[in-house]
């Protein structure tokens, strides 16, 4: 047990802070500016997306409710029992029952 506690001491002591040594090191490249960011990479084509779907609302708000009106009826032609009486699901809690209350009778 000693020897486990001087173990832990000794990574507690180096390898944690040299971990941090190389976790916390300044960026090589230099950050890029807010402007910069707005033109590249997935923010900036999230932002020229979310810019269009702004600039027609209501086409997206028609689309919007277009893909609500397929999956409704898509909804309306999927069967509607869950529990199917062939196979019951809930055998278990019924076993369960069942020995609850052949247990009570003794």
């Known amino acids: 047990m000693t020897a486990a506690l001087l173990c832990a001491l000794v990574v507690a002591m180096t390898f944690?802070?040299?971990?941090?040594y190389y976790i916390q090191r300044p960026p090589k490249k230099k950050e890029l500016t807010v402007e910069e960011k707005r033109q590249r990479g997935f923010y900036g084509f999230y932002n020229?997306?979310?810019?269009?779907?702004?600039?027609?609302?209501?086409?997206?708000l028609a689309g919007s409710f277009l893909f609500l009106l397929v999956g409704g009826?898509?909804?309306?032609h999927l069967k509607q029992?869950?529990?199917?009486?062939?196979?019951?699901?809930?055998?278990?809690?019924?076993?369960?029952?069942a020995?609850?209350?052949a247990l009570d009778r003794d």
């Open 99 to 101: 020995e609850r209350c």
């Open 16 to 20: 944690v802070p040299l971990l941090g």
């Open 73 to 76: 009826l898509v909804a309306s």
């Open 81 to 97: 029992q869950v529990l199917s009486r062939r196979r019951p699901i809930l055998v278990l809690p019924r076993y369960l029952a």
């Open 48 to 60: 020229r997306l979310v810019g269009r779907a702004i600039q027609h609302r209501w086409l997206v």
